[in-house]
């Protein structure tokens, strides 16, 4: 089984509306949690981390972690054409070493003008 | 933004030959880091790297892989012999310590034949 699970696989959002991406993880070991974003023939590239219960917003980007649930979303509001891309979600035990992350599949998200 | 650089973009290789992937990591950075994506899959850690060596690696960092960066050049991922389950999209990353933001180049991807 995956550690970290995302969903949906694949999402379609109008122009300027409000994106919804989940992100669950089996381990509890997971202390933080990152949201990556990655451009076609790009590497990935961070958003923002989250380690604390509840939101964290950067901009138009909100992140919301439950550790008692091991759930992590991101909500991205007034969308726009640029924020299509592949989000990953991922996961470490930040043990104070080199973070190993630990990625989800990745959700698709396309803004259609 | 800081830049994670990997040569070559593409390398297409027999089986059994040896290759290396090359990285050029941001400059002040001093935890580096490889990860492989199959087509289709997750990202999955392979190992990383600090003070000139391995601090942690997976069970896919196979004995025919190695890691090295001589005296602050490229980070260099080798494999020798290469093996058909060995093509896959490999991404280099580094990062400030060893819980911060890691930054990836945009990947080499090798097709072993």
């Known amino acids: 089984q995956q550690k970290v699970q995302q969903s949906p696989e694949s999402l379609s959002v109008p122009e300027g509306g409000m994106a919804s991406l989940n992100c669950t993880s089996s381990?509890?070991?997971?202390?933080y949690f990152w949201w990556y974003r990655q451009h076609s023939g790009e590497g990935p590239k961070a958003l923002m981390?989250?380690?604390?219960?509840g939101d964290k917003k950067e901009g138009r980007f909100t992140a919301h972690l439950n550790k008692a649930s091991l759930h992590v979303s991101l909500h991205i509001r007034d969308s726009q054409p640029s924020d299509s891309a592949l989000y990953f979600c991922?996961?470490?035990?930040?043990?104070?070493?080199?973070?190993?992350?630990?990625f989800g599949k990745g959700t698709q998200l396309i803004i259609q003008p | 933004g800081p830049k994670v650089l990997q040569i070559p973009s593409h390398q297409i290789i027999d089986m059994g030959q040896m290759v290396t992937l090359n990285c050029d990591p941001v400059?002040?950075?001093?935890?580096f880091y490889w990860y492989k994506q199959i087509l289709g899959q997750q990202m999955e850690f392979l190992v990383n790297?600090?003070?000139?060596?391995?601090?942690?690696k997976s069970k896919l960092f196979k004995d025919q892989f190695s890691v090295e960066r001589p005296d602050g050049s490229y980070f260099t991922l080798k494999i020798q012999p290469t093996a058909l389950e060995d093509s896959a999209v490999y991404f280099c990353?580094?990062?400030?310590?060893?819980?911060?933001?890691?930054?990836f180049g945009p990947g080499t991807r090798l097709t072993v034949l």
């Open positions: 990353a580094s990062s400030w310590t060893g819980g911060a933001e890691q930054f």
């Open positions: 381990d509890r070991n997971f202390q």
């Open positions: 981390s989250i380690f604390s219960d």
């Open positions: 991922a996961a470490s035990e930040h043990t104070g070493g080199a973070d190993r992350l630990t």
């Open positions: 400059s002040n950075h001093l935890y």
């Open positions: 790297f600090y003070n000139g060596k391995v601090m942690e």
